[in-house]
């Protein structure tokens, strides 16, 4: 008996037409496009996530640069799958949190064998924290950022403290993941494989205790992305709560 081939779900019609002409149009073509390399197409391996005992590769996400734009595809399998998942669900969810989530153009995803990917277009007109504490974005960016600065880490501390206050847990709020646009002045959160409900937990990491422990976790990852002391973030954090 064949196996049915594994759809793969557009967001983007422009996107699907775009690979299409390349190719590149199946679940396969996507899981190795590398062998789609050519003169129209640039990939770039940017990350690359071994199983922790089996050292196989289980996660990785690769840049493609085509002419007429760019995109990032995450691809996982085996005990990485669930990553998948979670980028998918994470889009539907961080909107509530006044976030905007990275445009997906599609996705796809085979829980037989426990492979799938998510096809993201590239953020347009946002610049990574990172970049913009860095000094590495355009000058006029970068003095609008550094009028705008007090402005920004205020709504970065509105959105952290919604998310510590829910049932939802993200340990990677870094510099590199956390995005501002300064034409719409709207803030994006990417790489959001990690982005769970608590409910996914082991039960002993429920416990009050630990569950404290992680978001302290989660506040020290966030002070160390603004360039802030931690005692710095909780003040901040407080007075967010009044």
């Known amino acids: 008996m064949n196996t049915p081939p594994i759809a793969v779900q557009w967001n983007c019609a422009k996107s699907k037409d775009l690979f299409a002409r ?8 996507f899981w190795l ?6 003169q129209g197409i640039s990939i770039d391996g940017i990350r690359r996530h071994k199983g ?4 196989q590769l289980q996660r990785h996400t690769s840049r493609i640069c085509l002419s007429s734009g760019e995109f990032f595809l995450k691809r996982a399998s085996g005990a990485s799958y669930k990553s998948i998942s979670r ?11 006044g976030l905007e989530p990275p445009p997906i153009a599609g996705y796809a995803s085979d829980p037989s ?8 277009k590239k953020l347009e007109s946002f610049h990574a924290i990172q970049e913009l504490l860095r000094g590495a974005a355009p000058q006029e960016i970068l ?3 550094g009028r705008s600065k007090n402005c920004i880490y205020e709504r970065i501390f509105t959105v952290f403290q919604k998310v510590q206050n829910s049932a939802y847990y993200y340990p990677d709020w870094r510099d590199k993941h956390i995005f501002w646009n300064p034409d719409s002045d709207s803030l994006a959160l990417i790489d959001l494989e990690r982005f769970h409900h608590l409910s996914e937990r082991p039960a002993y990491a429920r416990l009050p205790l630990l569950l404290r422990m992680a978001r302290k976790k989660e506040q020290k990852t966030l002070a160390k992305a603004l360039g802030i002391s931690l005692p710095e973030l909780r003040l901040q954090i407080i007075k967010t709560k009044a």
């Open 22 to 29: 390349l190719g590149i149009k199946s679940f396969e073509d």
């Open 87 to 97: 980028e998918l669900s994470a889009s539907l969810i961080t909107p509530q949190f």
């Open 113 to 120: 064998s426990l492979r799938g990917f998510v096809l993201f």
């Open 52 to 55: 922790r005992f089996s050292r």
């Open 143 to 145: 003095e609008k950022f």
């Open 33 to 38: 496009i590398e062998d789609k390399e050519s």
